[in-house]
């Protein structure tokens, strides 16, 4: 393939609107095989919705094996995955979450961004992980 033109994107093939090709779908604007990355970036669909659809160990191997370019930064941030296909581990993994799913809570609720590093929360972090008011 040859290199484009920065913000550019260039699909391997000439697709159609609305058209998927592996597992991306094609918006519009994209007929001709180009793009403008500002487009992509505003047009490209995130999922906020999950099934319960088993995800094959090909496909999930396809996702790891791209996600390892994605941007890091200074390129050193690592990467560990582990792949949890137990109900029951699973729902004790999202168990093992909720306080600090609670201390998240808390924080929103006393405007603060939360997770963030760069100021000392005001949260008492005992007492919102404890907190099964918050949800």
């Avoid at 799913?101 to 405007?111: D, I, L, S, T």
């Avoid at 961004?113 to 918050?134: F, T």
Wanted: glycine share 8%.
């Amino acid at each position: 393939m040859t290199s484009q033109p920065f913000g550019r994107k260039r699909w391997p093939q000439t697709p159609a609107v609305g058209e998927c090709i592996g597992s991306t779908f094609v918006p519009a604007g994209c007929e001709t095989g180009e793009m403008e990355i500002y487009d992509v970036m505003r047009t490209t669909f995130a999922a906020r919705d999950f099934t319960d659809d088993e995800v094959t160990d090909e496909v999930l191997y396809r996702i790891f094996d791209n996600a390892r370019f994605a941007a890091s930064g200074g390129n050193r941030q690592g990467h560990k995955v582990i792949v949890v296909r137990d109900p029951a581990r699973k729902k004790r993994l999202g168990e093992l979450c909720i306080p600090a799913m609670r201390v998240a809570a808390a924080q929103v609720a006393a405007g603060e961004v939360y997770w963030q590093s760069y100021s000392p929360s005001s949260v008492n972090i005992e007492e919102a992980m404890a907190d099964e008011s918050l949800k």
